[in-house]
């Protein structure tokens, strides 16, 4: 009774939420929503029992949507990205795409016949969750993490305006970094 | 998997109470070691907390112009949501208000909160200084956070549980606390951090003109400070599980043991206020990313060991 | 300690006018015994008390910053120190009429927050208010008449928007704001008004709007305690508040004359010592310190000076007849160079181990 309540509460706060982030006009506003609808969307998942993984939704997405606030407000390569404006590009085109995904997922999610559920779920669903990661998809596991972790290593130091030659000279004769502000460690 | 028994839902109604006695306990130690600095008596030093009270919920708030009111509101009242919020998974001997399975992840998640929060305090008035602090308490987190979640899965792994009840019991013999004194370090560095406290207060100190602090007044203000010391009180409480063998002890209760031993967590949390220059986040980057994250690593890896 | 009758924990904003330094001591003693706190802006204080005679330019920054206390509130003007007890608990008896406060609070209600005239920037003076970063106000402000292709530089509230400049280090667009930096905030020169330019939290250029008046003084005791109030100001924004407070009871001590300046030059040079020692302090400031020569090193810089006047302050008391040590020279013009690059909180630091309260330019 008490999870179908919260189930609902949550999933009318999440769209409500989503809805906010196009609607708002500030950058902050937006972020933060979006933050708010995923934290609602951690709560359903609460709602159904999958405890690890609602609180690993409400965590990330708070962390991510802390740092996106900044990069939304740094990274507005015009003046007034701290005017309000709008959130929404290319209306028509957007109103279009979401309507039609709109229908057919949710044409798909009441037409399609789902099959009736042959088992029952583990008594610990987080023990579940980490045997079928560390178990059965631990090969893609140990191939994916090493590749999204080095597309981040990679974007940082292309990205990054600073390279080793500057902070160590040009043939790296430094024994220490000239950085503008130094670090703790004079690495 | 030890016996705790889920309190029925009207007992949260307590723990706000129980969380700010402690908090108001923790404040007057933090007073008490200001005004002693000052050259105030003790009598004074223990009153800080309630004439402050009293002079903060009498006085007006101010908004200056053009504030983002909502995201405002948002970050001042949810100090003290987000403190009750980490310490309802805490056992209190043999009960517990929420008797999360994923209790370890849930003090995280909330722990994670506080980089909104922060940054939103820091956002919402306006004003340079306090923006500037917001941010700055950012930088200061990405430092902290991957170390502090190494040192909190260190216990779990151990525990073969992310329960707190379940770490509590794990330590029968030998407090986590002592095989695992990287973690708990950095647990405790952590519980300042995020609190923006001690020497690690980034969006709330005086080279800032107050940072996030600079504009808040009134009721605002309060629940700001006292949202700090909830926090802390809370850090303080999930160390005991998790760090300092739960309830166990001789003599007194495991409730009493529990909040002994969260006192005197609190006390050291609490009074490191003052001691030292500022450990700011352009320093402290390089120290957490480059000492503090592998020695965690290293930590986790003995707790397997030891585990095992 | 107490005076029976006041009320405690008080809080209050000083602010040190032109010349005002002096006031300012004998002021933050008297808040000591009394028990009341340092206010680390307006919003936090519930007094106002103004230390000297403001100029007129003053008065307006100081009008402004009267309008930012929240309330209830009350102010004082110190001229003097005779007398003092007495206005500072009248002070506080006005904060306790609640006629008079509610007056007060009607001519705020009555003033805030439209009818400020927040497009001015070039009003000196400490402005918490009305800084860079434009519109967040969604809720109670007509902007519908303000397309998002409007590239005015004035936001909602009439608040300036930050500009562009094409040399900012991390390659940002948007991000050049200007702030005024002057009294009202804590541990700030008496007089001193700056304009800095800030990428962001990184300062890239600083203007001096308005110097300081440097006291001449003759009594070695209170050139020491202006010294050591000095380095209290740079201990305390460092964030390290048990040495400034220890600073702070040294000058006091100081400022009681008679008999107290033997154990205050004891205190002194115990506190030189603890400061001279703290790696923390060395590491907080400077950084590990293995610094390429190419570039100036700020925070080495206010160590060094935060030694350097605790010394000087010792060498005045040991030596009263001696002439005034304090080899700090003319720094004032060394400000923007230092501070360019450095972050907004390395700027204060900056600013408060120059000592520009203790007249070091007079003496040197």
Not at chain 2, 260 to 278: C, I, N, T, W, Y
Not at chain 3, 210 to 237: F, I, N, Q, W
Request: a negative charge; proline letters at 6%.
């Amino acid at each position: 009774m008490i999870g179908t309540i919260v189930f609902w509460v949550a999933a009318l706060v999440a769209v409500a939420a989503g809805v906010e982030v196009f609607r708002t006009d500030s950058m902050a506003r937006a972020s933060y929503a979006l933050a708010a609808s995923f934290v609602a969307v951690g709560v359903m998942l609460l709602a159904f029992e999958l405890d690890y993984l609602g609180v690993i939704v409400i965590l990330m997405m708070v962390m991510e949507m802390a740092i996106m606030a900044l990069f939304m407000i740094m990274l507005m390569g015009m003046n007034p990205a701290l005017m309000p404006m709008s959130m929404v590009h290319g209306k028509r085109t957007a109103t279009v795409v979401a309507a039609v995904v709109f229908v057919g997922l949710a044409a798909a999610a009441l037409l399609i016949p789902w099959p009736d559920r042959a088992g029952a779920p583990a008594a610990d669903l987080t023990r579940s969750l980490g045997d079928a990661v560390m178990g059965s998809k631990m090969l893609v596991m140990l191939t994916v993490s090493p590749v999204l972790f080095a597309t981040i290593i990679g974007a940082l130091v292309l990205g990054h305006p600073r390279d080793r030659y500057q902070r160590y000279g040009d043939d790296l004769e430094r024994d220490h970094p000239d950085d503008p502000i130094q670090g703790g460690v004079g690495r | 998997m030890p016996e705790v028994t889920t309190l029925q839902p009207w007992w949260a109604a307590l723990a706000p109470v129980t969380l700010l006695t402690l908090a108001a306990a923790g404040a007057a130690m933090a007073g008490a070691q200001t005004a002693r600095r000052r050259g105030d008596g003790p009598l004074v030093a223990a009153t800080t907390p309630l004439t402050e009270t009293w002079r903060l919920l009498r006085q007006r708030r101010r908004v200056p112009v053009a504030a983002d009111r909502v995201l405002w509101h948002v970050a001042v009242g949810g100090l003290p949501v987000v403190a009750v919020l980490m310490a309802v998974v805490v056992p209190l001997g043999s009960v517990v208000l929420v008797d999360s399975p994923v209790g370890v992840v849930w003090f995280n998640a909330m722990d994670v909160m506080l980089w909104a929060l922060w940054w939103l305090a820091g956002w919402g008035p306006n004003s340079t200084h306090s923006l500037v602090a917001g941010h700055r308490f950012l930088g200061l987190a990405l430092a902290y956070e991957l170390p502090l979640m190494f040192a909190l899965t260190s216990p779990a792994i151990a525990a073969h549980s992310l329960r707190l009840a379940d770490v509590a019991s794990a330590q029968q013999g030998l407090w986590f606390a002592v095989w695992m004194p990287v973690a708990f370090g950095v647990y405790l560095l952590s519980a300042v951090a995020f609190s923006s406290w001690g020497p690690f207060a980034v969006a709330a100190h005086s080279d800032l003109a107050g940072g996030v602090l600079a504009e808040t007044s009134g009721v605002d203000r309060w629940l700001v400070l006292a949202g700090r010391h909830l926090v802390l009180a809370a850090a303080a409480l999930v160390a005991v599980p998790l760090f300092l063998g739960g309830g166990a002890g001789p003599v007194l209760g495991p409730v009493a043991w529990t909040l002994v031993k969260a006192l005197v967590v609190l006390a050291v949390l609490e009074l490191s206020a003052g001691r030292a220059p500022m450990i700011r986040p352009e320093r402290f980057a390089e120290v957490g990313w480059m000492v503090l994250l592998p020695a965690t690593v290293l930590q986790m890896l003995v707790a397997a060991g030891g585990a095992s | 300690m107490g005076v029976t009758g006041v009320r405690r924990g008080i809080h209050v904003l000083v602010v040190a006018a032109r010349g005002g330094a002096l006031v300012r001591l004998s002021v933050e003693r008297a808040l000591r015994t009394l028990g009341w706190v340092p206010a680390s802006s307006p919003a936090d204080a519930d007094l106002l008390a103004v230390c000297g005679t403001p100029a007129d330019q003053e008065r307006d920054a100081i009008e402004q910053i009267w309008r930012q206390l929240p309330g209830p509130r009350a102010r004082v003007e110190v001229t003097s120190t005779e007398a003092l007890g007495e206005l500072l608990s009248q002070a506080a008896s006005a904060l306790e009429d609640h006629e008079l406060q509610a007056t007060l609070a009607q001519e705020a209600d009555a003033s805030a927050p439209m009818g400020m005239d927040h497009e001015d920037m070039d009003h000196a003076g400490m402005d918490h208010g009305d800084m860079d970063h434009g519109d967040m106000d969604h809720g109670d402000m007509d902007h519908g008449d303000m397309d998002h292709g409007d590239m005015s530089m004035t936001g909602p509230g009439g608040i300036a928007l930050a500009g562009s400049s094409d040399d900012d280090r991390d390659g940002l667009e948007m991000d050049v704001g200007h702030v005024i930096l002057g009294a009202g905030l804590p541990g700030w020169p008496a007089g001193l008004v700056l304009r800095a330019t800030l990428h962001g939290d990184v300062v890239t250029g600083v203007e001096v709007l308005a110097s300081p008046a440097p006291p001449s003084l003759s009594d070695p005791a209170v050139r020491a305690a202006l010294l050591v109030d000095a380095a209290a100001g740079v201990l305390d924004l460092a964030g390290w508040s048990a040495a400034a407070d220890s600073a702070r009871r040294a000058r006091d001590d100081l400022m009681d004359a008679a008999g107290a300046t033997r154990i205050a030059a004891a205190d002194v040079a115990r506190l030189t010592r603890r400061v001279r020692r703290s790696v923390l302090l060395r590491w907080s400031l400077e950084g590990p310190g293995h610094r390429a020569p190419s570039s100036p090193a700020p925070g080495s810089v206010v160590r060094r000076r935060l030694i350097a006047l605790l010394e000087a302050a010792a060498t005045t008391l040991a030596d009263p007849q001696g002439p005034a040590h304090v080899p700090l020279g003319d720094d004032l013009a060394l400000l923007p160079e230092l501070a360019e690059g450095q972050e907004l909180a390395s700027l204060r630091l900056l600013v408060a181990s120059m000592a520009l309260d203790a007249g070091v330019a007079a003496d040197a």
